[in-house]
């Protein structure tokens, strides 16, 4: 393997996941994600689906700097990602793991408190958690993508 690949694989991974997870996302994906049902697991297969597609538009550029990756390899990376992506974004399984690692009281610092709606931001342990959580397999994705070989 190349020494190039995988930082510029992981770097596409990266920039790819903060525009797909924050602006291609739609606010009713975001909001029904974590929910209950089928509605919910739609809205969330639905974010992932999209956030897997740029995540390809992303990597396409490297195939101009003569970075070229094995089509197997890459399709594996992307369905690594999307799948912990997808049981993350579930929310109730990241939640979950928080607890069972010790990290429940972080995850829910900074969430409402119960019946009040007095901390609307994005400076949660949940996100911040959910977000740790993603780019850790954004590295494992890019090592298989990276590992695959060329074509």
Known sequence: MEPTVFPAVFAALFAAHQVGDHWVQSSCQAAAKGGTGWAARRACAAHVASLTVTKLVFLVPLAL???????????????VDAATH???????????LAARVGKGGFYRLGAPREGRDDNPSLGTGAYALDQSFHIAWLFVAALIASIGGAV
């Open 65 to 79: 700097l003569g970075i070229s990756l094995h089509p197997a390899a890459l399709l594996v990376a992307l369905a």
């Open 86 to 96: 997808y049981w993350a974004d579930r929310r109730t399984t990241l939640a979950a």
